[in-house]
């Protein structure tokens, strides 16, 4: 069965650093692009970046470049998203997604990692 | 950037009525477009792929057509269980961009 495993909801102060993760199973990683959607509270879906687990190819969205930094272990088949200094307008749902391809969509989703960012 | 506009942003229903919501592309993407339904509190499930491909496990009342900037969702009959958000996302370039939404109330 294939599965996107997220890490636990966060609660940070603005200018903290976080790092967020997705775990993998049940198909083979490497073979497949894993990327990463922004929803803010009462919003819609936004596409951060992406990244090919095989050679670590990132692709950022042009809002999100310099902003977080999208990484991965292919050795424990894990993803990654990294904030340097995290701001109250980072507060949202985070939410991985697995890409076959160029023109696939993703098609198996995680559960979600709820990020909260307050003073 | 690739701009996915949908309409109507909301829609008011009854079940067994026939709903359609459409989603243009700022430019052209082919037969690129995927449909999703987010449910509050939920990950966002694929419906519909590569315009009008069914995913599979998705009941067939979902169906999708259009391609390259002009594309619909279509509920034959609509349940209680599709009251949801539904989201139309490019896939022709990296990384794709979504439309809006559109949320589908009971009436």
């Known amino acids: 069965e294939v599965q996107l495993v997220q890490s636990g909801a966060e609660v940070r102060k603005p200018g903290e650093s976080l790092k967020i993760s997705c775990k993998g199973s049940g198909y083979n990683f490497t073979s497949y692009w894993i990327g990463w959607v922004r929803q803010m509270p009462g919003k819609g879906l936004e596409w951060m970046g992406i990244i090919y687990p095989s050679d670590s190819d990132t692709r950022y969205s042009p809002s999100f470049q310099g902003q977080v930094t999208i990484s991965v272990d292919k050795s424990i088949r894990t993803a990654y998203l990294q904030w340097s200094s995290l701001k109250a307008s980072d507060t949202a749902m985070y939410y991985c997604?697995?890409?076959?391809?160029?023109?696939?969509?993703?098609?198996?989703w995680g559960q979600g990692t709820l990020v909260t960012v307050s003073s | 950037d690739i701009q996915m506009t949908q309409s109507p942003s909301s829609l008011s229903a009854s079940v067994g009525d026939r709903v359609t919501i459409t989603c243009r592309a700022s430019?052209?993407?082919?037969?690129?477009l995927n449909w999703y339904q987010q449910k509050p509190g939920k990950a966002p499930k694929l419906l519909i792929y590569a315009a009008s491909s069914l995913q599979s496990g998705v009941p067939s009342r979902f169906s999708g057509s259009g391609s390259g900037t002009d594309f619909i969702l279509t509920i034959s009959s609509l349940q209680a269980e599709d009251f949801a958000t539904y989201y139309c996302?490019?896939?022709?370039?990296?990384?794709?961009?979504f439309g809006q939404g559109t949320k589908v109330e009971i009436k």
């Open positions: 430019q052209y993407i082919s037969s690129y």
């Open positions: 997604a697995r890409r076959y391809g160029s023109g696939s969509p993703p098609d198996y």
């Open positions: 996302q490019q896939s022709y370039n990296t990384p794709g961009t």
